[in-house]
């Protein structure tokens, strides 16, 4: 069975940060590229950030320079470091697992940033 978890979420101050977590079970973890997703109420889901298996990743433009996706395969974990929050990064952020025709999502955790 394929399960994806996530934690790290909660409410932070603008400016602030929170690092997300991802760890994968069921997969060979290493094989997959992982990415994070968030959606925010009222908003379809949009794509934040991706690693590939081999390491190259890729920012929606509005997140680079703020947010750093990572991996560690020797605990079958994606992180999200986030930084200089803003309120319209308030959502609930899910991660994903892909490799060719196979995808996997965890549940989500939620990210408030308010003040």
């Known amino acids: 069975q394929v399960r994806l978890v996530e934690s790290g979420g909660g409410l932070v101050q603008p400016g602030g940060s929170l690092r997300l977590s991802c760890t994968a079970s069921?997969?060979?973890?290493?094989?997959?590229?992982m990415g994070w997703y968030r959606q925010a109420p009222g908003k379809q889901r949009e794509w934040v950030a991706y690693?590939?298996?081999?390491?190259?990743?890729t920012y929606l433009v509005s997140v680079k320079g703020r947010f750093t996706i990572s991996r560690d395969n020797a605990k079958n974990t994606v992180y999200l470091q986030m930084n200089s929050l803003k309120p319209e990064d308030t959502a609930v952020y899910s991660c994903?697992?892909?490799?060719?025709?196979?995808?996997?999502w965890g549940q989500g955790t939620q990210v408030t940033v308010s003040s």
């Open positions: 994903n697992a892909a490799m060719a025709r196979s995808s996997y």
């Open positions: 690693i590939t298996s081999g390491g190259s990743i």
């Open positions: 069921g997969i060979i973890f290493s094989a997959y590229a």
